[in-house]
C-alpha cells in the first residue's frame, strides 16, 4: 500500500535515532499503523480502553513523583518509584508537545516483575494508541502492564 508522505516523514521520524536513542520502532518491522492496530486489538481483548490505561499510569506517575526518588507502596502488591533526569523529549507526531524527561517505574513485589515507562510513554498512548515497537527502550507490552498496573492474572 502506498502511504501518504506526512506518514512517510512520521515513519522516518520515528524509526531515526535523533528524538531518543535506538528510535521508537526498535526492531519492530511493522509500520506504525499496524503496530497501533495489533496492541488496540490486545487492549480490547484484555477488557481494557487506552483512557482507562493511561489515566491510571498516570494516577501511578502522579503519587510516586511526590515521594522525590523513593519506593512508594501504591498498595500491598505494589509499588512505584519515579527517577527524574534534566531536559525534555519530544512528542514524534507532528504537533507540538514536550514531556519531561521522567520515568516511572512499578514494581509488582510477590513476581517481582517490573515495568517502566516515560511521562512520553503515557502521551504516545493516550494521544496515539502507540506502546513502541518491539525491541526499543520504551517498548510496553499491553499485557504485561495490565497485568501489573491492574494485577490481572493473564
Ligand atoms: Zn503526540
Do not use: Y
Not at 56 to 73: F, H, P, R, S, Y
Not at 93 to 104: E, I, L, Q, S
Amino acid at each position: 500500500m502506498k502511504e501518504s508522505p506526512q506518514i512517510q516523514k512520521l515513519e522516518t521520524i520515528l524509526r531515526s535515532s535523533k528524538l531518543v536513542a535506538g528510535g521508537f520502532m526498535g526492531t519492530d518491522t511493522r509500520s506504525s499503523s499496524e503496530i497501533i492496530e495489533a496492541d488496540a486489538t490486545q487492549i480490547s481483548r484484555l477488557g481494557f480502553t487506552t483512557k482507562q490505561i493511561t489515566a491510571k499510569m498516570q494516577e501511578i506517575t502522579d503519587i510516586a513523583k511526590a515521594a522525590l526518588g523513593n519506593w512508594v507502596d501504591l498498595d500491598d502488591k505494589n509499588r512505584a518509584r519515579v527517577d527524574e533526569a534534566k531536559g525534555i523529549i519530544v512528542c514524534p507526531w507532528p504537533h507540538p508537545g514536550r514531556f519531561a524527561k521522567r520515568v516511572t517505574v512499578v514494581n509488582l513485589i510477590e513476581s517481582n516483575e517490573t515495568i517502566h515507562w516515560s511521562d512520553l510513554n503515557i502521551h504516545l498512548i493516550a494521544e496515539h494508541g502507540f506502546f513502541e515497537g518491539k525491541g526499543s527502550t520504551f517498548r510496553i507490552e499491553p499485557d504485561i502492564l495490565a497485568k501489573i498496573i491492574f494485577q490481572i492474572k493473564l
